[in-house]
C-alpha cells in the first residue's frame, strides 16, 4: 500500500488557542492535511463552526506550512476557504475542501466542484450520503468529475451509514457499515478511498475497533478528529482522541495490517 493520506485534526476549530495546539501536533506527526474545519452541519441548533470568523484559521495553517481542510456547506464557503488559504501555502501546499455526508444537493455538489476545479491547489473529498445506497454514493462521484474537478485531486470518503428511524447500531457503533460496499465503490470509482473511524465508531473506544478493523481492507487513508482536550470540545466530545491516542491507534493499525 502507498503512504495513507492522513487527514487529522479536530471535529471544528474552536479558537485560536485549540488551533495553535492542533498545528503544532499536525506538524510534528507530519500529516497530509489538518482539520480546521469551520462549517458544521447540525441537526439542532447548537455550535455550528466559527464561519467566516475563522478564515485567518486557514491562513495561519498554511503558513504553519500545513494544508488546511474544512467541510463546505455553500459555493461561497469555497471562495472563503480559498481566499484565506491559498496565499499563504507553502510551495507544494494544498487547500483540501469536502462535501459532508448531509449535504445532498446535487446543485450545490456541482457548483462546489466548479469552484475548487479551478485552481490546481484545491483537492475536494466526498463523503457517501448518511442513507444505504451505492447508487446514490457513485452518483455524487459523478456529479463532481462532470463539474470539471481533476479525478487526480478528488479524493472518496466511506462514513457509514447513520442507523435509520432513531434505531441504534445493533453493534454498538455510531453509525452502520459495509466495508465491502466501499471497496466496490473504491473499485468502480478508480479513486482513492478514506474512511473516517471517528464517525463511525462514535466513542473513542470504538474508534479503535473502527480503525483497526478497516485495517484489514485496502482503504487509502483516513480523516479522525483529534482534539488536546476533548472532554471539553464543543461538538463530538465522546468520540475525539488525543494527539498521543492517535499514535497508539496508528502503531496498532500497523500491526493489525501485518496479521
Ligand atoms: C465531519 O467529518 O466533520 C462530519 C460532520 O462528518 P459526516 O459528514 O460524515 O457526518
Ligand atoms: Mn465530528
Known amino acids: 500500500m502507498a503512504k495513507p493520506i492522513i487527514i487529522a485534526g479536530p471535529c471544528s476549530a474552536e ?8 498545528f503544532e501536533e499536525a506538524a510534528k506527526r507530519h500529516v497530509d492535511f489538518v482539520r480546521c474545519n469551520l462549517y458544521k452541519p447540525r441537526d439542532i441548533p447548537a455550535f455550528d463552526g466559527l464561519g467566516e470568523k475563522g478564515a485567518h484559521l486557514l491562513g495561519k495553517a498554511a503558513r504553519a506550512g500545513l494544508n488546511p481542510a474544512l467541510e463546505v456547506m455553500l459555493p461561497e464557503h469555497v471562495d472563503m476557504a480559498m481566499d484565506a488559504a491559498l496565499p499563504h501555502l507553502s ?5 483540501l475542501v469536502w462535501i459532508g455526508a448531509r449535504n445532498q444537493n446535487h446543485i450545490i455538489q ?8 479551478k485552481d490546481p491547489r484545491v483537492w475536494l473529498m466526498v463523503k457517501n450520503q448518511p442513507w444505504v445506497a451505492e447508487r446514490h454514493w457513485a452518483g455524487i462521484l459523478t456529479w463532481v468529475l462532470d463539474a470539471g474537478m481533476p479525478p487526480e485531486r478528488v479524493l472518496n470518503c466511506y462514513r457509514g451509514y ?3 428511524y432513531g434505531d441504534k447500531n445493533p453493534e454498538g457503533f455510531r453509525n452502520l457499515v459495509n466495508f ?19 464517525h463511525t465508531g462514535g466513542t473513542v473506544e470504538n474508534v479503535f475497533k473502527m480503525a483497526e478493523m478497516s485495517a484489514a481492507y485496502d482503504f487509502d487513508g ?10 471539553h470540545a464543543y461538538t463530538d466530545a465522546k468520540q475525539q482522541l488525543t494527539w498521543p491516542q492517535f499514535d497508539e491507534l496508528l502503531a496498532k493499525m500497523q500491526t493489525a495490517r501485518k496479521a
Open 15 to 22: 479558537s485560536d488557542e485549540q488551533m495553535d495546539i492542533a
Open 91 to 95: 510551495e507544494d501546499g494544498k487547500l
Open 110 to 117: 456541482d457548483e462546489i466542484a466548479r469552484r475548487t476545479a
Open 162 to 164: 447513520t442507523p435509520s
Open 180 to 198: 465491502e460496499e466501499a471497496m466496490r465503490v473504491k473499485e468502480n470509482s478508480g479513486l482513492p478511498m478514506l474512511f473516517d473511524p471517528s
Open 222 to 231: 483516513m480523516i479522525i478528529e483529534l482534539h488536546h482536550d476533548p472532554a
